[in-house]
């Protein structure tokens, strides 16, 4: 049995743990997203160390679903084609299991609500932490239904990741109360996806959610590579990049070639940020 | 808890719709409870849709059933074809007071499709309706239609192609243009305030028959029954009966080639409760809570989910649920053409598959009403094309 004084050392979530020492160096983290199973299981493991190594601080795992409302069509045909290949959540939480015990990387599910009650609320953040996840980012999870999953996700130490968009205002507070590991920042009204620009105007976006919260701040939607990245990067604390990378692993045309093209995209934009 | 039929219900939306879905919700309330808004809605019902429609009674099939008496409500003579109308209306008259100039909706069959852009046509608004690729093959005439009266129909070439997607998209889109669009969902489905707000609207149908009947026969019904996708036809004839305990509801699901093949849209006979745009409600899916293809003849039941107040009215056994074939649709579809010259919608035929299995069984004094949410004109490509008839 732990003694209380070893439940207080317990270990940092790595998350925290990322962005402290991010801090410390004046970087800007690096949030990759992939779909797991895209295009297959096996490449997908291997992907996450590729980014880890191209300079990734963070990776976000899609758990595939039929009906994600707020992707665009990149992350939607993703889905599709990892759904296609019949991968399982049980099959994802092996995969992450193996990747834990080769990499210290702070890992979160992007996983919707419907994936989650199915699996059974309890037995999946029991699973999740089990394969060794540090947080989840759920999309259509907003805070009036929050309650039941924030209490479940405290009690198996796993962080909710608030979401915040331009149209919340007044929410900001609130869905940043007792809020954990980062707040993911949707740049945009709109769907995940690949975009030229952004019409939102982030300097004033972002003073508005630190005034509300100390947590460090992701940007995420929309940006397309390092250009963006750069240009949003002086006012968050993250920058999250889904599409693109999804967009990328499909266009290429064998498996080295997912591995360089990835890894190299990831570099580029983690030198400017 | 707000929006909530007990569990069913909620808002489980991205974060970027909230403050829409609650400026909703306020306007929505302050409407119906200023009578400028219910006279002038009041007003469109009556001067634009035809309302009140008849409660007729069947008398022909009665006779040849030889049971209970069988009442036709004639949603189907409403304008533009089917009850749809009485619920666009609502919101568009909620959209212009919002000050909405563009409007968006989701549509199976086609009728809320038609119904919408009839609306944005009469009050000049900028309309974009969203159909699957499957159902614009299969309800061509109804995306003329829509185009006619100069609505932008963008097929939704997603998932399975039909009702589901269209709904994903129509949402995604209106994430995208919040701030200018208003999304006229067109069934009990979706986020709260819209299984309330869509409800309220359609309730007149209930309204109706409950006046209708009762000067017709003096009581209220045995049994009222309608067909259930979405469930906007059955919760507006149902709402008003619901503390009528001797009013027996039902509704009828579509089990397209049967309940035991992949091939039915019978939600309510094997679906389990998960969570399908924006609310926790029935649906037919995996064990991994991914949505399952359904089908059916009819577009506009062809969907996995159903409104949760129907799934709250189900577990509480206030409502019973049955299922009708594709056979049993078409068999009733010719029917009441033949005998009481009525060439029903699909869907509605549903309703009236099982009716006919009902009427025998119950004595001649019992009342059965038949909500005949829309007409069939939509249908004859399909049916022709089952008959095998060229056109």
């Not at chain 2, 302050?30 to 409660?55: C, H, M, V």
């Amino acid at each position: 049995m732990l003694s209380s004084v070893e439940v207080n050392n317990a270990r940092e979530n790595r998350i925290d743990k990322k962005f402290n020492e991010l801090k410390k160096k004046g970087r800007k983290a690096l949030i990759a997203f992939i779909t797991a199973g895209d295009p297959d299981i096996d490449i997908t493991i291997n992907l996450v160390y590729k980014m880890v190594e191209g300079g990734a601080d963070i990776i976000e795992i899609g758990i595939p679903y039929s009906d994600p409302l707020a992707d665009g069509p990149i992350i939607q045909a993703s889905s599709t084609r990892a759904l296609k290949k019949g991968v399982k959540i049980d099959d994802i939480m092996n995969a992450v299991k193996m990747i834990r015990q080769n990499t210290d990387v702070p890992l979160v599910y992007l996983v919707y609500y419907n994936s989650i009650y199915k699996y059974g609320m309890e037995k999946f953040l029991k699973s999740a932490k089990d394969s060794g996840v540090d947080g989840l980012i759920i999309p259509d999870l907003p805070l009036e239904e929050r309650k039941d999953m924030k209490e479940l996700s405290e009690k198996h130490d796993i962080y909710l990741i608030p979401l915040v968009a331009p149209t919340s205002n007044d929410r900001i507070k609130k869905i940043c109360e007792n809020g954990k590991g980062f707040v993911y920042c949707v740049s945009t009204k709109g769907v995940t996806g690949v975009r030229n620009s952004i019409e939102t105007d982030i300097e004033k976006y972002m003073d508005l959610v630190s005034k509300y919260t100390d947590l460090p701040k992701a940007i995420g939607f929309g940006i397309s590579g390092p250009e963006m990245a750069k240009k949003f990067a002086p006012y968050c604390d993250g920058i999250i990049i889904g599409s693109a990378i999804v967009k990328m692993i499909n266009d290429s045309r064998n498996n080295d070639e997912i591995f360089d093209n990835v890894a190299n995209f990831i570099s580029s934009v983690k030198e400017v940020i | 808890m707000v929006g909530r039929f007990g569990k069913f219900g909620g808002q489980y939306v991205p974060e970027t719709i909230m403050n829409a879905l609650i400026e909703l919700e306020d306007e929505f309330y302050k409407a119906i409870n200023d009578k400028d808004f219910i006279d002038e809605y009041k007003y469109y019902l009556r001067e634009y849709s035809g309302r009140p429609t008849p409660l007729y009674f069947a008398r022909n099939l009665t006779e040849r059933l030889g049971g209970a008496k069988i009442y036709l409500k004639r949603e189907d003579l409403n304008h533009t074809g089917a009850h749809k109308i009485n619920n666009v209306l609502g919101q568009i008259l909620l959209a212009k007071r919002m000050g909405k100039r563009k409007v968006i909706a989701e549509t199976g069959a086609g009728q809320h499709g038609v119904a919408t852009a009839t609306g944005a046509a009469m009050f000049d608004m900028e309309c974009e309706i969203f159909m699957g690729e499957e159902d614009i093959k299969r309800q061509s005439l109804n995306v003329f239609r829509m185009k006619l009266l100069g609505a932008k129909v963008t097929p939704v070439k997603t998932g399975t192609g039909t009702l589901k997607d269209a709904v994903n998209e129509a949402i995604r889109h209106w994430v995208t243009n919040i701030d200018d669009t208003f999304y006229v969902m067109g069934s009990v489905v979706g986020p709260h305030p819209y299984p309330i707000m869509v409800r309220d609207f359609q309730r007149v149908i209930g309204d109706e028959t409950r006046e209708q009947i009762l000067s017709k026969e003096k009581r209220l019904p045995d049994y009222i029954v309608a067909c259930v996708g979405g469930g906007s036809n059955s919760m507006g004839i149902f709402y008003p009966f619901i503390n009528d305990s001797s009013v027996k509801l039902i509704g009828v699901e579509a089990a397209g080639l049967g309940i035991d093949t992949d091939k039915h849209a019978a939600t309510m006979a094997k679906g389990s409760i998960g969570v399908l745009h924006g609310m926790m409600t029935y649906l037919l899916q995996d064990d991994e809570g991914q949505i399952m293809p359904v089908y059916s003849i009819s577009a506009g039941l062809d969907y996995p989910g159903v409104g949760p107040e129907h799934a709250y009215l189900r577990d509480t056994g206030r409502a019973q649920y049955v299922y009708a074939t594709d056979e049993e649709a078409l068999s009733a579809f010719m029917d009441l053409s033949q005998i009481e010259g009525i060439i029903p919608a699909l869907e509605s035929a549903h309703a009236v598959a099982y009716a006919m299995k009902l009427a025998p069984s119950l004595r001649k004094d019992d009342v059965i009403v038949v909500n005949l949410s829309g007409r069939g004109d939509k249908d004859v490509n399909t049916v022709a094309n089952v008959l095998e008839v060229e056109l």
